[in-house]
Nanobody, 115 residues
Framework: QVQLVESGGGLVQAGESLRLSCTAS????????MGWYRQAPGKQRELVAT???????SYADSVKGRFAISRNNARNTVALQMNSLKPEDTAVYYC?????????WGQGTQVTVSS
């Protein structure tokens, strides 16, 4: 089992920045991909960014150039630096991890961007 705990959400104005952090605990060995997903009210959960254990990254088109994902394998943490935030970035952000083809999720952290 893997437990994921997110932190760093909050309320900001458009154009400002936030940094989300996620710490994994439990059976953290052999975690391959870690990432961030988000779900806005009335919408499906969508991929924001992922990073492999080797450091390869992938981003949704809507956040490319504004968000940056990073990972510390030794500390079992993944972070998402979010710059130039827009009202449409408002959502609950979830940390996810894949270990041996099983997906694990955190409880989510709210990000609200006011215009």
């Amino acid at each position: 089992q893997v437990q994921l705990v997110e932190s760093g959400g909050g309320l900001v104005q458009a154009g400002e920045s936030l940094r989300l952090s996620c710490t994994a605990s439990g059976s953290t060995f052999r975690i391959n991909f870690m990432g961030w997903y988000r779900q806005a009210p009335g919408k499906q959960r969508e991929l924001v960014a992922t990073i492999s254990s080797g450091g390869s990254t992938s981003y949704a088109d809507s956040v490319k150039g504004r968000f940056a994902i990073s990972r510390n394998n030794a500390r079992n943490t993944v972070a998402l630096q979010m710059n130039s935030l827009k009202p449409e970035d408002t959502a609950v952000y979830y940390c996810g991890a894949r270990r041996v083809n099983i997906d694990y999720w955190g409880q989510g952290t709210q990000v609200t961007v006011s215009s």
